[in-house]
């Protein structure tokens, strides 16, 4: 097969694969190295889209699409009959340092199906690496997804080349990764987990530590191959974030394959709860918010407004806020303030009281903020949170479709 073919059926079957952000990494660039390649600073650098609108700057590829497992949800499990390629680690080097000279990428992300053996697979992922290092001098982005049961001394040269780790935690819940990928152990998913954030934490302890992964790992988990609901699936997040100190959880919507299990639903989730998951993932991070604050006891989150407000009109009592006196916790849970809409306004407001004009130069929606504060020239009362059609009025408006007339 030739090396463009396998391009075509090797990064087509890594478009499944979220968890390529290249966010985080330590800041690096070519100048004073001898021979030395590569960036990440973005200078010049191009992105490319994936085919969901994704915005990658990436070379986001598989090693190879064989696979020895058997995992029902996956277009390259080992019964799936798919056009099947495979990559040497030199034909990946000479695709990476041809693409980046060309300022088509920043980097490359590089995953694989397991071949042969998890030791094995490790093996060819951290040669890739290590040549782009070591015989191309090549200082851009490297992630490279690691095998859950490969020797840790893999693992440890992994983290020696590579920008960031990741180990797909799979599913959210346990007993799902045992009814649709039994041969994938979940313990030893959470012990690589746990080894990873042992390396990267010994890496961090002084400035003669050896380099580990300075971005951090992450991790990614189907959402809709199984009935998790979205307080399970954050419920499992903020676990992994607490216990492994991960970078990023991403959660990537379940797409249905071709001859798929009955066992696996028909249809794939709405995208947008996969958009919601990740809004709620910020609040958790970033915001201050449990999990059980998130979302409601239904279990699910709601669709038609982001998280963060559907919050403020279950909490109504909690509100207006005076932005003048308020502190900075509860001034980030008024919808339409960002984090750094929120620290501008604590620096403002040392100097003079804030009112609305200065909230309109911030760019903050002033229609969606403004039935939950009150600031120095408004004070609302409570009026416009005890109106009834209130969620009607912030909720986002329909689109009108359009209708193809050529067709």
Not at 41 to 61: Q, T, V
Not at 75 to 98: C, D, I, Q, W
Request: charged share 25%; with cysteine; hydrophobic share 40%.
């Amino acid at each position: 097969m030739e090396l463009r073919e396998k391009l075509e059926v090797l990064a087509d079957a890594a478009k499944y694969d979220a968890s390529c952000a290249s966010s985080g990494t330590e800041k690096r660039n070519s100048a004073g190295a001898m021979g030395a390649i590569g960036s990440t600073e973005g200078m010049g650098i191009c992105h490319a889209y994936a085919p969901d609108g994704r915005c990658i700057s990436l070379l986001k590829i598989l090693l190879t699409n064989f696979c020895i497992y058997d995992c029902l949800y996956c277009v390259n499990r080992r019964s799936s009959n798919v056009r099947r390629a495979r990559f040497t680690p030199e034909e990946v080097v000479k695709l990476t340092l041809g693409f980046y000279r060309r300022n088509y990428i920043e980097g490359l992300f590089l995953s694989s199906g397991i071949i042969q053996s998890p030791d094995y697979t490790m093996e060819q992922l951290v040669r890739v690496a290590k040549l782009l290092r070591e015989e191309h001098g090549f200082r851009g982005y490297i992630h490279l997804k690691t095998i859950p049961d490969a020797a840790p001394e893999l693992l440890a040269e992994a983290g020696r080349y590579a920008d960031r780790l990741s180990i797909n935690i799979e599913l959210p819940a346990e007993p799902s990764l045992g009814r649709l990928a039994p041969e994938k152990d979940a313990r030893a998913i959470r012990r690589s987990m746990g080894n990873l954030r042992l390396r990267i934490e010994e890496a961090k302890e002084g400035p003669k530590a050896p380099r580990f992964a300075p971005a951090g790992q992450s991790t990614q988990m189907i959402v809709g191959a199984d009935g998790t609901d979205d307080r399970g699936i954050l419920a499992t997040s903020s676990t992994l974030y607490a216990g492994y100190r991960l970078r990023r959880v991403y959660y990537s919507a379940f797409s249905p394959i071709p001859d798929s299990s009955a066992a696996l639903p028909l249809q794939a989730p709405p995208l947008v709860r996969e958009n919601r998951l990740y809004q709620a993932d910020w609040l958790m991070r970033f915001y201050g918010f449990e999990v059980a604050e998130i979302v409601p006891e239904s279990g699910n989150l709601d669709l038609q407004i982001d998280p963060k407000l559907a919050w403020a009109l279950r909490n109504r009592d909690r509100f207006p806020v005076d932005v003048n006196l308020a502190d900075r916790e509860l001034l980030l849970r008024v919808p339409g303030l960002g984090v750094r809409t929120v620290d501008k306004l604590l620096s403002i407001r040392r100097h003079k009281a804030v009112r609305m004009e200065d909230l309109g130069r911030l760019r903050v929606p002033l229609a969606k903020v403004a039935p939950f504060i009150v600031t120095a020239d408004r004070q609302i009362g409570r009026s416009p949170l005890d109106r009834l059609d209130l969620r009607k009025r912030l909720a986002p408006k329909p689109e009108q479709l359009s209708l193809d007339l050529a067709a």
